[in-house]
């Protein structure tokens, strides 16, 4: 089994910054894919930005240009620093890897449990 645990989340200004962490604990034998998407009441989820294995990025238009994703590998991490935040950046955000695992064949989609980020103009 793989856990993804996201921290960073809370409440901040418009124009303000947060740092998300996401981190992959469990049987993982590689992480192919990760990345941070966005639930804002009342709307679908959302892409917020992706990383490949490689680290090549892909960012939603709303986002482009304020925030940037990154991970390290080593400690099995995915990160989103996010600045320049305004009301319409509020949602829960989650964090999602593609696992490879001793226990499955191919990879996996896993989930986080979501963090809260609220902006207040």
């Known amino acids: 089994q793989v856990h993804l645990v996201e921290s960073g989340g809370g409440l901040v200004q418009a124009g303000g910054s947060l740092r998300l962490s996401c981190a992959a604990s469990?049987?993982?034998?590689?992480?192919?894919?990760m990345g941070w998407y966005r639930q804002a009441p009342g709307k679908q989820r959302e892409l917020v930005a992706h990383i490949t294995s490689s680290s090549r990025t892909n960012y939603a238009d709303s986002v482009k240009g304020r925030f940037t994703i990154s991970r390290d590998n080593a400690k099995n991490t995915v990160y989103l620093q996010m600045n320049s935040l305004n009301p319409e950046d509020t949602a829960v955000y989650y964090c999602?890897?593609?696992?490879?695992?001793?226990?499955?064949?191919?990879?996996?989609?896993?989930w986080g449990q979501g963090t809260q980020v609220t902006v207040s103009s």
């Open positions: 469990g049987s993982i034998l590689s992480i192919n894919a």
């Open positions: 999602n890897a593609v696992v490879a695992t001793m226990t499955n064949s191919g990879f996996v989609n896993y």
